[in-house]
Protein backbone atom coordinates (compact mmCIF):
# COMPACT_ATOMS: atom_id res chain seq x y z
CA UNK A 1 0.00 0.00 0.00
CA UNK A 2 1.31 3.32 -0.74
CA UNK A 3 1.97 6.36 1.38
CA UNK A 4 -0.84 8.62 -0.36
CA UNK A 5 -4.37 9.53 0.42
CA UNK A 6 -5.85 10.31 -2.80
CA UNK A 7 -9.00 11.26 -4.02
CA UNK A 8 -10.56 7.55 -4.21
CA UNK A 9 -9.87 6.81 -0.18
CA UNK A 10 -11.47 9.69 0.49
CA UNK A 11 -15.00 9.34 2.40
CA UNK A 12 -17.35 11.70 0.91
CA UNK A 13 -20.72 10.10 0.24
CA UNK A 14 -23.35 11.56 2.20
CA UNK A 15 -25.34 8.10 2.68
CA UNK A 16 -22.11 6.69 3.54
CA UNK A 17 -21.27 8.83 6.55
CA UNK A 18 -25.30 9.25 7.96
CA UNK A 19 -24.81 5.06 7.94
CA UNK A 20 -21.31 5.39 9.91
CA UNK A 21 -22.72 7.37 12.61
CA UNK A 22 -25.76 5.14 13.39
CA UNK A 23 -24.57 2.12 12.41
CA UNK A 24 -20.91 2.21 12.99
CA UNK A 25 -18.84 1.28 15.95
CA UNK A 26 -15.96 3.37 17.42
CA UNK A 27 -12.57 3.41 19.32
CA UNK A 28 -10.91 5.95 21.12
CA UNK A 29 -8.04 7.51 22.55
CA UNK A 30 -7.87 10.54 23.66
CA UNK A 31 -8.40 13.58 21.68
CA UNK A 32 -8.92 11.12 18.96
CA UNK A 33 -12.11 8.63 17.97
CA UNK A 34 -11.98 6.03 15.22
CA UNK A 35 -15.84 5.56 13.94
CA UNK A 36 -15.81 2.64 11.65
CA UNK A 37 -18.02 0.00 9.94
CA UNK A 38 -17.39 -2.50 7.22
CA UNK A 39 -18.96 -2.01 4.17
CA UNK A 40 -18.30 -2.56 0.19
CA UNK A 41 -16.95 -0.13 -2.35
CA UNK A 42 -17.15 0.44 -6.36
CA UNK A 43 -14.05 0.84 -6.24
CA UNK A 44 -11.00 -1.47 -5.00
CA UNK A 45 -9.93 0.29 -2.36
CA UNK A 46 -9.24 -1.52 1.04
CA UNK A 47 -10.82 1.69 2.92
CA UNK A 48 -12.42 5.17 2.62
CA UNK A 49 -11.19 8.07 5.50
CA UNK A 50 -12.57 11.37 6.53
CA UNK A 51 -11.45 13.42 9.52
CA UNK A 52 -13.80 15.93 11.20
CA UNK A 53 -12.95 18.57 13.99
CA UNK A 54 -15.57 20.05 16.28
CA UNK A 55 -16.58 23.67 15.22
CA UNK A 56 -18.02 24.11 18.79
CA UNK A 57 -14.64 24.06 20.23
CA UNK A 58 -12.48 25.36 17.33
CA UNK A 59 -14.12 28.56 16.41
CA UNK A 60 -11.80 29.56 13.43
CA UNK A 61 -11.58 27.56 10.26
CA UNK A 62 -8.04 28.27 10.44
CA UNK A 63 -7.72 26.05 13.15
CA UNK A 64 -9.76 23.43 11.98
CA UNK A 65 -8.17 22.97 8.82
CA UNK A 66 -4.68 22.88 10.51
CA UNK A 67 -5.82 20.29 12.93
CA UNK A 68 -7.26 18.43 9.91
CA UNK A 69 -4.22 18.88 8.18
CA UNK A 70 -2.23 16.82 10.95
CA UNK A 71 -5.02 14.32 11.08
CA UNK A 72 -5.08 13.15 7.09
CA UNK A 73 -0.76 13.51 7.15
CA UNK A 74 -0.44 10.93 10.43
CA UNK A 75 -3.24 8.74 8.54
CA UNK A 76 -1.05 9.01 5.13
CA UNK A 77 2.19 8.02 6.56
CA UNK A 78 0.75 5.07 8.65
CA UNK A 79 -1.79 3.45 6.78
CA UNK A 80 0.05 1.48 5.22
CA UNK A 81 0.72 -0.39 8.64
CA UNK A 82 -2.84 -0.25 9.27
CA UNK A 83 -3.80 -1.81 6.38
CA UNK A 84 -1.73 -4.36 5.48
CA UNK A 85 -3.51 -7.54 6.67
CA UNK A 86 -6.93 -5.75 6.25
CA UNK A 87 -9.17 -8.10 3.91
CA UNK A 88 -12.03 -6.52 4.36
CA UNK A 89 -13.20 -2.60 3.29
CA UNK A 90 -13.78 -0.03 5.35
CA UNK A 91 -15.21 3.25 5.85
CA UNK A 92 -13.64 5.75 8.35
CA UNK A 93 -14.17 8.94 10.26
CA UNK A 94 -11.83 10.09 12.55
CA UNK A 95 -12.79 13.04 14.87
CA UNK A 96 -10.31 15.27 17.11
CA UNK A 97 -12.36 15.45 20.25
CA UNK A 98 -9.81 17.38 22.01
CA UNK A 99 -9.79 20.95 23.37
CA UNK A 100 -6.43 22.00 23.03
CA UNK A 101 -4.21 22.65 19.59
CA UNK A 102 -2.30 19.42 18.82
CA UNK A 103 1.17 19.19 17.60
CA UNK A 104 2.21 16.53 15.07
CA UNK A 105 4.09 14.20 17.06
CA UNK A 106 0.64 13.80 19.26
CA UNK A 107 -1.68 13.56 17.10
CA UNK A 108 0.70 10.82 15.38
CA UNK A 109 1.03 8.49 18.43
CA UNK A 110 -2.55 8.80 18.94
CA UNK A 111 -3.61 7.96 15.29
CA UNK A 112 -0.98 4.63 16.22
CA UNK A 113 -3.01 3.84 19.67
CA UNK A 114 -6.51 4.69 17.86
CA UNK A 115 -5.37 2.04 15.04
CA UNK A 116 -3.75 -0.67 17.04
CA UNK A 117 -7.41 -0.48 19.44
CA UNK A 118 -9.14 -0.60 16.17
CA UNK A 119 -7.13 -3.76 14.62
CA UNK A 120 -7.32 -5.44 18.18
CA UNK A 121 -11.18 -5.17 18.32
CA UNK A 122 -11.35 -6.50 14.21
CA UNK A 123 -9.14 -9.59 15.01
CA UNK A 124 -11.32 -10.47 17.76
CA UNK A 125 -14.48 -10.93 16.12
Request: glycine share 4%.
Amino acid sequence: MTATYSKKEKLKSKKLIDQLFTEGQSVSAFPLRLVYLGTTFDDEVIAKTGVSVSKKHFKTAVARNRIKRLLREAYRLNKASFFNNLTTQHAFMILYIGKDMPTFVQVESKMKTVFDKFSNKISKK
